[in-house]
Structure formats: C-alpha cells, structure tokens
C-alpha cells in the first residue's frame, strides 16, 4: 500500500495561492539573475513554480525542517545550481544572504504555519486528529518538545502561552487538567491531551469553533518553534534585503501572524515624517507601496480543490526607496 510519505513531494501538497503569489512576485523577477528568496521552503512547491515561471531567475530557499530540505531538493534538482537551499530559520535570512554574498534581492516568498508534509507526519505531533508523540518541532534535532513545554512549565506560564498564541479563552481550566495530569504522569501523547482538553471545557465551548483542542496546539506549535519571535525578526530583515522593484509576499494562516505581517507592510508603506511638515523630505517617505488591498483570500475553486488553504492570508508590497541615511 502507498502512504501519503511514499508519494512524491508534488502530490502531497499543493501550493496556496500559486497563482496569485506568482503574478505579486513576478514583475520583480524577469530581469536575467534576479535573486528570489522562499523564506518556507517546505515541500517546494512555491519555489518549483518560481523558477519554472522565471528561467532566468536564481533561487534561495530556507527551511528549519532537513526532511523538508532532502524532500524539495529532490524536487528542484532538475534545476541545477540555480537553486540554493540553506537548513535555517526565516529570520536567519541576513545571515544566509551574506554567507552567498548576495546583498540585494528581488522577490521574498513567506508561506508561514506548519507544512502538509508535516501535518501528514504522524509521528510529528502536529494534528490533533491522530495519535502521535507530543513533539511539535519543525526541526527535530534541536530545542524542547511540546511534551517538554507541557511538563515543565510553571501553570502560569502555560496560560500565558494558551492565551497569547492560541487565542484561547478557556486557558485555566485546560492548564488546571494539564497540571492534575503531570503530576500524576509526564504527558507524551497527543490523543491524552485531546482528551484532557475536552473534558476540561464547559459544554459551550465543545459546540463551536472545530475541534476544541484546536487553539490549544496552535499555541504549543507556534511556542515550541518561536514562530511569531522568529517572524517579528524576519519581516524587517526581508524588506532590507529588497531591492527598489523588488517585492515581498507573504502568507499567513492565523491572526496573530496575519497582524505582525499587516503592520510591518503598514510601517513600511507609511511616512515617518513629523506631523505638520510642508513638504516631506526624502528620508520620511514610505519604502514601501502595498500592491494588495487589505489580506487576500483563496477563491472557491481552491478552496474546493484544497480544504487546507480556507484560513490563508496573503498580503504582498513593493520597494520603492532605498533607506536614506
């Protein structure tokens, strides 16, 4: 029998919003050499589109995931060199831009959350819907686990991270269970803590909103991987890598992110000058022109080709100054 991880990387996933991301990031692109960077490279399925659309373009493309990296290289090998892959997270992109001695980019693909390949995984821990070890790493060689994250934090700590990444509004009474339950046992598997959340929840809150443990993993993923820290760190790190022409579009699968992404196109888009200037100097003027109106969403024949991409975002902007001193 074929499982879902014995299929090729391009029928296990499916791009969101190919189409769209191509036609935001393409006009920066067709000049011969320009530098597009996939901030995600997950299964490769973006990075495949741009440089079969861009023959003339080069490819940097970033994931923390080495499965992820061995899978898509596979993928892009028919590419040759134009493509160049680097195990790192998003927010490291400085860092793997001066290692190529690339000073200036045209294009920054963000497609953030967690990959199909790795929601596909059962041994990841990512779905709430099977049962798996409570691991939640995008890069299994390093960093604590959701198991580690559940048994060792102080209750406190835990509500905080309920709260503040899972939007969750019963976070005391999961985190009492998850207490009561550790102190009887370590908790190491996703099914127990399904369990443990929905005998948590008044009756209410079981009746609305998908699968109750929903917010709750949320908040685990994005706390164990450092989603939101990293991603705070990686949106004005990809706007200076930019070129003027060069163009930035990223996609976002939660409010949290989608928020973080609005306001750093916002502050781009914006002047810095003090209110009341007669004329607004070079240095004040915005850097950036948002080439989207508002957040995009996927149309009803995406969504009814692909279930996974009905929460996604996309917003994209274009460089139009280089800092002034």
Known sequence: MTTSNDRPPEARHRPVMLRRCLELLGPALRAPGAVAVDCTLGLGGHSEALLTAFPGARLVALDRDPEALRLAGERLAPHGDRATLAHAVYDELPDVLARLGVTRVAAVLFDLGVSSMQLDEADRGFAYARDAPLDMRMDQSKGPSAADVLNTYPPGELVRVLRAYGEE??????????????????????????????????QAAKRTGGNPAKRTFQALRIEVNGELRALERALPAAIDALAVGGRVAVLSYHSLEDRLVKRALAEGAGSTAPPGLP????????????????????????????SRAAPARLRAAERVREAVP
Do not use: M
């Open 279 to 306: 004329v607004i100097p070079e240095q004040y003027q915005p850097r950036l022109r948002l080439l989207t109106r508002g957040a995009e969403q996927p149309d009803a024949e995406e969504l009814a080709e692909n």
């Open 169 to 202: 509004r019963n976070a005391r009474r999961i985190v009492d269970a998850i207490a009561k339950e550790r102190r009887r046992e370590p908790l190491t598997s996703t099914a127990r803590l399904v369990t443990l959340i929905r005998d948590a929840l008044p």
